[in-house]
């Protein structure tokens, strides 16, 4: 199932301007240079011996392990070209806002007499920059990905349901079967 931070995570690292480490020691080498050198607190992180993390920086070792190489490539990834990262989400939040592509089930909250069935739909829209900011200070928060979840329903709600203010007012929209979701910046 895809979670909404992931695709944010997804969408900011499009504007990577270099390539991520590939091979196992090019990704132990780039964590012990942002621990100030240090093997001791990359073997914390990973959860190996100092050893291991010496023998991987010295190409040594090539093929890690399945479980370690997830690790490995998940704390590259976070620590990744931060700038760019910031740059992107900050014109994403100010000035370019976020597309978002997505295929769910929406269950509505409306006034009697009108249709509240929970269908799946699918939408591409343009989120303007104020919702893109904050869905990006929602995950920064460290909100559960339900909570992230509502935010992005708000958005939705707000741009595609209620047109901005010009219809289905009191509509209250819900995420609640996400099938497939994309971002891009």
Partial sequence: MVTIGEGLDKAVRG??????????????????????????????LLGVSQRTVERYVK???????P???????REVLVRWQPQVR????????????????????????AAPGSTDDARVRHLTLALPPGHAA?????????LTDDQLRQVAAEALGEVYF??????AHGLEVELTDLIDLEFEL
């Fill in 15 to 44: 504007a990577f301007t270099r390539p991520v480490p590939k091979s196992a020691g090019a990704q132990m080498r780039y964590l012990v240079k942002q621990h100030q050198r240090s093997t001791r607190r990359v073997a914390e």
């Fill in 59 to 65: 190409n040594q070792i090539r093929k890690p392990r």
């Fill in 67 to 73: 479980e370690l190489a997830g690790r490995l490539e």
């Fill in 86 to 109: 910031a740059k992107a989400k900050q014109a994403a939040a100010t000035t370019g806002g976020i597309m978002i592509d997505v295929r769910a089930r929406f269950g509505y909250t």
């Fill in 134 to 142: 904050r869905l990006f200070q929602a995950q920064e928060a460290g």
């Fill in 162 to 167: 209620r047109d901005n203010g010009r219809r």
